[in-house]
């Protein structure tokens, strides 16, 4: 099967796991072994990060088993009920028995349901016979770093971001690179901010639009300089990992666009998406990838074959119903104005806070606003420079905010460093989500205005040392 392919696509392991009996790579971070207590687990587990949007969710426990009450913007999940007609048909799926195993590619009818939304959306041949289907959106960005990359090879991804992107480079043993998304130029980014970046090494470069956590998106302009310098920069077996998961969740007119769509940038992109965010389907965990290859499809199926077995067949018929209904275009405008009056309100809200500044995303369902002058006259960067060094390292000023509201005030949001940690020093944001209902995004801003100008309680907050990352 691997044969098809030039030899320099997929890393060593693809071709070398026969003869080795196993992974043989040495792996270190930064130079050295990292240590594991009597070597119970590998070198690779320590260098595993997390989504801190999951992590606080013990802490959030911890305060409600007290007996307060949280308001959570913390999770980018949609609180709109899974649309009727695609619970309905999940229901009917399983009263008819398809509770089996099933292709471990995905079905046949969602894949082909998946090569048709792409073909209309991003104007190209797509063709079911690439499309993979895997338990969410998660597993391909994982799957595409360990598959597409040897020991040393360069990651390039957006931060913020998505923290998984940062989180599984240093677990392939590969190099992180982080392309820092800048406030003025909206999270966004042109062609010279990523030409710089590029090298020999490079193998993987991730674009995220609409983005989570800025709500960034990029105009046809700067898709195109973009595209320009891969075509002309980037070595031929560079894959550019396009996650276009909130590709219905956008405002103010905007239309998505893909890299894909643009001349020379099909067979060199996978197209990442699902049924997460745009049906309001967290729990269901059907996400899909599109790549350039029938052969690199086949290598991602064995993966699936390696790891899950395959998908439940009645979910996946309720995300080819999603994908084809009518029903669904209604569903997705419902959410899509909710959220937009939600942002609305909430950018005014935050922007008439002292110290706070926020730039009216066009996308997804995150606000990112820079609270750099709350930091400042709370007392939050004289508290984390105090702090021993290593305590310095695990928090940052924002950290401590975020931490503040929630133990103090009972808001959880997430903090920059959340996003990507590599390069993040001295950058003062939060992200706020906004799926959660109007009533109670009107208390977090009243929360977040009260809080800041609440250095006294801080102090007492950052003296007591309990809860600072």
């Known amino acids: 099967m691997t044969a098809d392919l030039p030899r320099g696509y997929l890393c060593d392991r693809w071709w070398t796991r026969n003869k080795l009996g196993g992974n043989q790579w040495a792996y270190n971070v930064n130079g050295e072994t990292v240590g594991v207590p009597n070597g119970l687990f590998s070198e690779r587990t320590a260098r595993l990060g997390t989504e801190n949007a999951f992590k606080i969710g013990p802490y959030i426990a911890a305060i409600e088993a007290a007996g307060h009450r949280v308001i959570k913007c913390n999770l980018g999940e949609p609180d709109f009920p899974l649309a009727k007609h695609i619970a309905d048909e999940v229901k009917r799926c399983i009263d008819a028995g398809m509770t089996h195993y099933v292709d471990p590619q995905g079905i046949l009818p969602l894949r082909e349901a998946i090569a048709g939304q792409i073909s209309r959306t991003r104007g190209i041949a797509a063709t079911a016979d690439r499309v993979v ?18 020991p040393d090879d360069e990651v390039i991804y957006p931060s913020p971001g998505f923290p998984i ?4 480079t240093a677990y392939v043993d590969a190099k992180p690179v982080p392309l820092q998304l800048r406030e003025a130029a909206d999270f966004s980014f042109t062609g ?14 991730i674009l995220n639009f609409p983005s989570n956590p800025t709500g960034g998106v990029a105009t046809r302009q700067q898709l195109e300089s973009i595209a320009e310098v891969i075509r002309r920069k980037a ?19 905007n239309q998505h666009l893909s890299i894909a769509s643009l001349p020379g940038m099909a067979e060199r992109t996978v197209i990442a998406s699902g049924a997460s965010k745009s049906y309001a389907w967290t729990g269901g965990r059907v996400g899909w990838a599109m790549f350039p290859t029938v ?11 390696n790891y899950f077995s395959c998908i439940p067949a009645y979910n996946q018929m309720g995300a080819k119903v999603a994908l084809q209904a009518a029903q669904s275009r209604e569903s997705i405008a419902m959410m899509v104005a909710a959220f937009q009056e939600r942002r609305d309100m909430m950018v005014a809200g935050l922007n008439a806070i002292p110290g706070v500044s926020c730039r009216m995303p066009g996308g997804a369902f995150y606000l990112f606003p ?52 590599i390069g993040s020093a001295g950058q003062h944001y939060l992200r ?27 102090r007492r907050f950052a003296d007591e040392g309990k809860h600072l990352w």
């Open 432 to 458: 706020i989500s906004i799926a959660t209902g109007l009533e109670d995004l009107r208390q977090a801003l009243d929360v977040v205005a009260n809080a800041a100008l609440d250095r006294d309680g801080f």
């Open 370 to 421: 820079n609270i750099g002058g709350v930091c400042e006259s709370i007392g939050a960067v004289e508290a984390h420079n105090r702090l021993p060094a290593a305590q310095r390292d695990r928090t940052s000023p924002s950290t401590l905010f975020q931490m503040f509201l929630l133990w103090q005030y009972h808001l959880a949001t997430m903090d920059r460093g959340s996003f990507g940690r």
């Open 192 to 205: 010279s901010d990523l030409e710089p970046l590029l090298t020999d090494r490079t193998r993987l470069i």
């Open 235 to 253: 070595p031929a077996n560079v894959r550019v990992f396009s996650d276009e998961i909130y590709e219905n969740i956008l405002f103010d007119g």
């Open 165 to 168: 992107y940062e989180s599984f």
């Open 133 to 150: 289907v895997f338990p969410g959106g998660k597993p391909s960005i994982g799957f595409c770093q360990q598959t597409y990359c040897n």
């Open 295 to 305: 052969e690199e499809a086949m290598i991602f199926k064995n993966l699936n074959i």
